[in-house]
Structure formats: structure tokens, C-alpha cells
């Protein structure tokens, strides 16, 4: 017997490796978007606990879900209550809570940069297992 893989059986391994790098390819794109949308969140706080700061408006929209949305007195930024994961919340003063929510941001930054790096490679590769199953299957 030949130790050497037949042309089917090395069709079969590409064939799972490319269902695996597929599958590895889209939880990547489905964390990228989490990330993208966290990211968003983060900033869109950052920008509204500035704005707050910076000028005092007479009045806020509030949405508080189902389309609806009230009108309130802007809230007081002194203190900033910040969600830190698992149901917890704490209240920080605005500059700590900017400080962290930047912190935040810059992390999501980071990650969303490796996270995409990933998923470029994992594209080379699955058009470079594409390419050589092409070339297996023309062969044939």
C-alpha cells in the first residue's frame, strides 16, 4: 500500500478543511459586527457625556423603546452610571467614566483590528484551498 493520498482523499480533506476555515470565517464576520456595533455604543456615550457637558440644552429626547420617546430635563453628568458585565452597574465621576469608555473604545479598536486580520488570512486560505481543489477536480 502507498502512503501517498489518492486524489479523492485529497479532495475529501480539502473539502472539510474549507467547510471548517468557512465556518471559522463566518463566527469571525458575526464577532466583527458585535464588535463594530459595541464600538458604536461606546463613542455615541463618549459623544453624549461630552455634549451634556459642554452645553447645558433644555431638553433631551429619551427613547424608551417600541418607537416611543420623551421629552425630559438633560440628566446631570456629574455622576455616570457604567455597566462593567454580568448585570453590574457603577457610578463613576464623568471624568473617570470618559477615561473608561475611552478605554473601551480603544480596546474594541484593537480587537476589531485582529479579528480582521484573521479573517483576511482565513480568506487567503480558503481561496488558495479553492485553487488547489480546482485544480484536483480538473485533473480528474
Do not use: W
Not at 463613542?43 to 457625556?49: G, K, M, T, W
Not at 482565513?122 to 481543489?133: C, H, M
Request: no cysteine; glycine share 6%.
Amino acid at each position: 500500500m502507498s502512503s501517498r493520498p489518492t486524489a479523492e482523499e485529497q479532495v475529501n480533506a480539502l473539502v472539510l478543511e474549507s467547510r471548517v476555515l468557512e465556518n471559522t470565517y463566518n463566527e469571525l464576520t458575526s464577532r466583527q459586527s458585535l464588535l463594530e456595533r459595541a464600538l458604536i455604543e461606546s463613542r455615541a456615550a463618549l459623544e453624549s457625556i461630552k455634549g451634556l457637558s459642554e452645553g447645558a440644552p433644555k431638553e433631551v429626547l429619551t427613547q424608551i423603546g417600541g418607537g416611543a420617546i420623551l421629552r425630559s430635563p438633560p440628566p446631570s453628568v456629574d455622576k455616570v452610571m457604567l455597566g462593567v458585565g454580568a448585570g453590574i452597574v457603577i457610578e463613576k465621576p464623568k471624568e473617570e467614566a470618559v477615561a473608561i469608555l475611552e478605554e473601551r473604545a480603544r480596546e474594541y479598536e484593537k480587537t476589531l483590528a485582529s479579528i480582521v486580520g484573521q479573517r483576511n488570512e482565513l480568506a487567503q486560505r480558503l481561496e488558495s484551498d479553492r485553487q488547489v481543489l480546482n485544480s484536483l477536480l480538473s485533473q480528474e
